[in-house]
């Protein structure tokens, strides 16, 4: 009787979490989808609330997908719909590294939808992806921007912004290609990102200058990969030797992030520096992908702890309307330390979408 009265007792706990978690689900969702800008931004528009056609939505967007994949939630997918297609009305923006991350969400709407729009848009903006926009040295993908012009600089932001998009069209079209392009892409960001002394990743290289600026160890640029792999591997079918390649480069970075996580369960935005500000969406995602990966079978079980101490941090960093504060906003290429030091803090789309991310995973996790 003692093991029945045993799993008896953690009924009550998981049930609890469960229904905690789906009610903070709840309000980080509609937080995200009313977020105002609360400082002054620096940038053409606003990357802060929802009403805008870039990277910063976009990456909102894909969670609340992911959500609704998850859940069947119906006004979420309502709320997708609705968003694009008023997007569509006003005219898409032009095409840069930036505001190619809508068209991943997109390409699963017209899945959902059948809109033929929707797919001429992904298929239109894809083909210039990969046949035209600007390169690096060794075909890498020039991280050009609205506040960035540099044809020969790699950022590892890419890789989620642009990346994704290229290996899942290729998945949807049928084009080995954009599959084998996609690939390439991550090999080369990782050539010449790769900090080989930690595993973890520099925010970006120079071809021009020869160096990676600050040699900044960037909590959110890691993120990206973390939390960007796990997904990436959901939506394309690669070669073994490849799977394996990507896979040892996280498990060599999720050990070093294991090493440096704070007492408090958070990353700072520097990882390797632990006098600068302890960073919620770079913690969100690294718990993310961590627990993914784990339940995957990516990486071992050993590092569940780590992710579920992240994960308890970041439900802290939650306020009572469900916006996920201290979130660094969208960070340049910085060229020293301190300016990683002094980017503010505010509640951002992407801030949410990882967080979110993160809960509805831990629901596959807690009390297991």
Not at 139 to 147: L, M, R, T
Not at 257 to 275: C, F, V, Y
Request: glycine share 8%; with cysteine.
């Amino acid at each position: 009787m003692e093991p029945i009265a045993a799993e008896a007792l953690k009924l009550p706990s998981r049930l609890l979490y469960k229904q905690q978690t789906e009610a903070l689900i709840g309000k980080v969702i509609g937080r995200m989808q009313r977020l105002d800008a609360t400082i002054q931004e620096d940038t053409p528009a606003s990357i802060i609330t929802m009403d805008t056609w870039d990277w910063s939505q976009g990456v909102g967007l894909f969670s609340l997908y992911l959500y609704y994949k998850e859940t069947g939630d119906r006004a979420v997918l309502q709320f997708l719909v609705d968003w694009y297609e008023r997007r569509i009305a006003e005219g898409l923006p032009g095409k840069n590294v930036n505001t190619m991350c809508p068209l991943l969400t997109l390409s699963y709407l017209y899945e959902e939808t059948g809109e033929a729009e929707y797919l001429r848009i992904c298929e239109e903006w894809t083909a210039y992806a990969v046949d035209e926009m600007p390169r690096t040295p060794e075909f890498g993908i020039a991280h050009n921007a609205v506040d960035n012009e540099s044809r020969n600089e790699l950022r590892g932001d890419t890789l989620y912004m642009t990346v994704l998009l290229v290996g899942r069209m290729g998945m949807l079209l049928g084009k080995e290609y954009y599959v084998q392009e996609s690939i390439r892409q991550f090999l080369v960001h990782l050539k010449y990102l790769t900090d080989p002394n930690s595993g973890l990743f520099m925010h970006g290289w120079s071809f021009e200058e020869r160096h990676h600026y600050a040699g900044a160890l960037w909590g959110r640029g890691n993120a990206w990969y973390t939390a960007g792999l796990v997904d990436y591997l959901d939506m394309t079918e690669l070669p073994f030797g490849v799977e394996m390649f990507l896979l040892s480069s996280l498990e060599r970075q999720v050990e070093k992030l294991a090493e440096l996580q704070a007492p408090s369960g958070m990353w700072h935005t520097l990882l390797d520096d632990p006098t600068s500000y302890e960073e919620t969406s770079a913690t969100a995602g690294f718990a993310y992908g961590i627990l993914k990966a784990i339940r995957k079978g990516y990486l071992s079980e050993s590092y569940r702890a780590c992710g579920l101490k992240a994960l308890e941090a970041v439900i802290g960093r939650i306020d009572e309307d469900g916006a996920v504060q201290g979130v660094s906003y969208g960070t340049r290429m910085g060229r020293t330390k301190q300016f990683y030091k002094d980017i503010p803090r505010c509640p951002m789309p992407y801030g949410q979408s990882m967080t979110l991310l993160m809960l509805v995973e831990s629901l596959k996790h807690y009390y297991e």
